[in-house]
């Protein structure tokens, strides 16, 4: 049976996802990326401090519990396969057909916020095209650690065959739930607190690749049981409430800082409002969201789509409109996110269309 609260939570979680890079794009809290802000304070930049703490960590755990379920359905050599061409295709090939946009208008961005070209003028163009490429990975660092992730929950399968290592998680109680919550906070100290710009540093803290193979695997091995979705919907209004408490308090004491560094991410304050919101999501979706409509079907359907092509679209009009228009934030903001949310969908269903191209960027065979 199809758990529609799980679809919608998914979907909903991509939504925030655009939205916050919408934010992000022109934040000038010292966060790596975007293009730069307006000056002054920028209050609208609070969104970041509201949904970076957990949005990621929740599409990492939902990936693990849908994981969890495919592999109920398919042997392991054929969700390695599907997986494969959903998730390493798009976050390969799918760089030199589509993301090259994303490289590109990331380099000008770069250009603008420096003052000074990045490549040399004699550099040829098929060079600078493997660049923009390669730089151009944007969001889909996500769908290259779910790949790596895949391979471990296989190696799992393969030596725990009786399963019996997810029927002791499936035991557990409402305190030890609220307890796994430390195995974040461990988590959060593998990342590197003054990453070496000559190195790999800066790379590891955005892939944060042992970070977030915790909630995958907790989703995996822990959120996939029907109990626990049972205990977390009795307890979700209560859950919700303290993180709404924890977000305000975190986002009014922080505001100002770099809500991506190490330091940041390692507060136990961060640690419990990412905690308490992931498990109130869960909880309110899967008691008052398991129901379905043609929007939500369809955007179940499009969710990933949407999510691999939309960094595509911020790029190119949020760079255009800072840097060749004098329209107000205000109206920056606003048109940026209209043009996210509805260029998006259109592009995704553009694209699904094209043979091969869909395969590339997509994972579409047909």
Known sequence: MRKHWLDNLRWVTVLSVLFYHVIYFYNNKGVFGGIGGFGGEQYQDAVMYVLYPWFMMLMFLVAGISSRYSLEKLFSKQFFSSRTRKLLVPATLGLFVLQWITGYFNTLGAEYATGASIFPEEMPVFIKYFIYSISGIGPLWFVQDLWLFSIIIVLIRKFD????????????????????????????????????AESLDGLLNLYKPLNYLIPFLMGYLVFSHDKVHEILGKYSIYLISIAVILGGVLTITTFGQDNTSPQYLQSPLNIAYAWFMILGLIGVFYRYCNQTNRFATYMTKSSFGLYVV????????????????????????????VAVFVLSPILNEVLRRIPIVRYCVLGIKK
């Open 161 to 196: 065959k009786k399963d019996k290592l997810w029927q002791v998680c499936g035991k557990i109680g409402f305190i030890p739930i609220l307890l796994l919550g430390l195995l974040l906070y461990a988590g959060s100290f593998t990342l590197i607190e003054n990453p070496r």
């Open 310 to 337: 939309h960094y595509v679209v911020i790029a190119s009009f949020g760079y255009m409109m800072k840097v060749h228009t004098s329209l107000p934030a205000f109206a920056i903001y606003a048109i940026l996110t």
